[in-house]
């Protein structure tokens, strides 16, 4: 791959990739760029890192429960319940 900017940063340095895409599928998309006054490589640029970003999301999420899991909070009845059934669903 060829750096077609260089930057500072290597986290803004981009690179450029051969996308292969259905002829109707690319006439779609170039038609919604235009829509949204931007480029076919920016659209696609900026719908790839909101995946990404929801993914990471979801993974952090995901330890976070484990975690949570490996290590539940105490629901004040340590281990005793003194109720039933009924009485949980009993009406007034």
């Not at 500072?8 to 006439?27: C, D, G, M, Q």
């Amino acid at each position: 791959m060829k750096a077609s900017r260089s930057n500072k940063s290597s986290e803004t340095e981009t690179r450029n990739i051969t996308l292969a895409l259905p002829k109707n599928l690319l006439r779609k998309v170039k038609l919604l760029a235009v829509e949204r006054d931007m480029s076919v490589s920016r659209l696609l640029a900026e719908t790839l890192e909101e995946l990404v970003k929801r993914d990471d999301a979801y993974e952090r999420a995901y330890a976070r429960w484990r975690e949570d899991m490996r290590h539940l909070r105490s629901l004040g009845t340590n281990g005793k319940i003194t109720w039933t059934r009924d009485e949980l669903h009993e009406r007034h």
